[in-house]
């Protein structure tokens, strides 16, 4: 608890490029980017193959195997290869990370719809695109803000590693304290860390409230 | 930079096992204990709390809430925040990591009793089995799928995990992407990614294995 006074208690952690202000802005930069490109993939990849039934196998596959590259291994290659002091290349791996969660969730959730519900639609007149985006994606959208709110989740807590090849973020009061031993800095971190991956969940379970249509919540 | 090739096969060759306590294979075993003990703890502790949280309902809702919490927290912070309690040892990875197979396993035990049918549950009653026969007997191997798919979850998470823990030191293969990132050498990344994955991609095909075995009956209806 002294080092949480020490380090939320020094004026000089709140202001200049190294303040925990600029820090958090930078955390959520690259965990925002990250998340967003990777659900511009996974979802609309997800949408099709459950709703298709196509290439279903190899995606579930793929995305089991991907969960298993390293995000740090990953990062230092890919920064290596691209060069160092850029922010393009840390997003690679945290979006790696980000697909396979949404994308298995997506795909599972349209998949797993009542088929009566499916042929209902289809009886009620509605093409193919209307059963998808009108039936389907609210159905199964508890199942894919799932998969979101794990990806998020994720993203915001590996962005730390970022800080390990020389970017900002909240990793730089992890790694740096752990460089210089300064272990109030450390901790300080990590709980900024923590707090923000517990504000995007909390987030999340609001968004799930507002999103999810009252009757698909009750039949759950 | 430029010329480096990714792979230099002699630098493996020399690295593999040097009888040092960076060579690589000395790296892998130290990965293989480190990435297994969390998800071994992680399913002894998870399968009687799961079977707490089936019997005593209420127990489930702050149970998995406690989870999510955990799950939300990255394994990096837990690490240095265990790095001031066990110091640079091995528990400093094990012990956040098991947290982390609970928040996997802990769901999947509860789900995979969730899911035996109330009709087979009867029926177990009815040919005269007791809680604790009926249990081991027939609840659990009905839960068996589903509570594996959770631990192949827990178990490529956790081999891809501790890695991680080279940032404080303790990090097996990950050990390999500092060495790397330090020298601007490419050659250890990709034998420390290549390496974790196969080790992924083994120890679930594996699990596969084993529910195949402890599972003969989802076969023969396939079959049948």
């Known amino acids: ?220 | 930079m430029t010329d480096e090739p990714l792979v230099r096969w002699d630098w493996i060759a020399r690295n593999w096992a040097n009888g040092g306590p960076t060579a690589i294979s000395a790296l892998l075993e130290n990965h293989v204990v480190m990435a297994f003990l969390p998800v071994l703890f992680g399913l002894v502790v998870a399968l009687p709390l799961g079977l707490a949280c089936v019997r005593w309902r209420w127990l489930y809702q702050p149970t998995a809430a406690l989870m999510n919490v955990t799950y939300s927290l990255p394994s990096l912070v837990l690490f240095s925040i265990f790095l001031s309690i066990t110091g640079l040892t091995r528990s400093t990875v094990v012990i956040p990591l098991t947290f982390f197979a609970l928040a996997v396993l802990i769901p999947a035990v509860v789900d995979g009793l969730a899911s035996v049918p109330d009709a087979v549950r009867q029926s177990a009653v009815a040919m005269g089995f007791r809680p604790a026969r009926r249990l081991l007997r027939v609840e659990l191997p009905v839960a068996v799928p589903v509570v594996l798919a959770g631990l192949r979850v827990a178990t490529v998470s956790s081999i891809s995990l501790v890695s991680v823990g080279a940032l404080i030191g303790q990090g097996g293969l990950g050990n390999l992407f500092i060495d790397g990132w330090q020298r601007q050498f490419y050659t250890p990344i990709t034998v420390g990614i290549v390496l974790i994955v196969l080790l992924a991609v083994l120890a679930d095909g594996l699990l596969v294995l084993a529910q195949r075995l402890l599972t003969p009956w989802s076969r023969a209806r396939r079959t049948a």
């Open chain 1, 1 to 220: 608890m002294n080092w949480l006074a020490g380090f939320f208690g020094d004026p000089a952690h709140w202001s200049g490029p190294d303040g925990i202000p600029v820090r958090l802005l930078e955390h959520l930069e690259f965990s925002a980017g990250a998340f967003l490109v990777a659900a511009l993939i996974a979802v609309p990849l997800g949408l099709l193959i459950g709703h298709t039934g196509r290439g279903a196998l190899l995606v579930v596959v793929a995305a089991n195997a991907a969960r298993a590259l390293p995000t740090l291994g990953l990062l230092v290659l890919v920064v290596l290869l691209a060069g160092v002091g850029t922010v393009l290349p840390v997003l690679i791996p945290l979006i790696v990370l980000a697909v396979p969660p949404i994308l298995v969730n997506t795909y599972e959730g349209v998949r797993g719809v009542d088929a009566d519900l499916r042929d209902a639609a289809y009886g009620m007149g509605l093409r193919g695109r209307q059963v998808l985006f009108q039936t389907l994606t609210p159905v199964a959208l508890p199942l894919i803000l799932l998969g979101l709110r794990l990806a998020a989740i994720q993203v915001v807590s590996t962005a730390t590693v970022a800080a390990f090849v020389g970017l900002g973020g909240l990793g730089r009061f992890i790694i740096d304290g752990l460089a210089t031993k300064t272990y109030a800095d450390v901790v300080g971190g990590a709980v900024l860390v923590a707090a923000l991956a517990l504000a995007v969940q909390l987030g999340f379970v609001l968004l799930d409230r507002v999103a999810v249509s009252p009757g698909v919540r009750q039949v759950r």
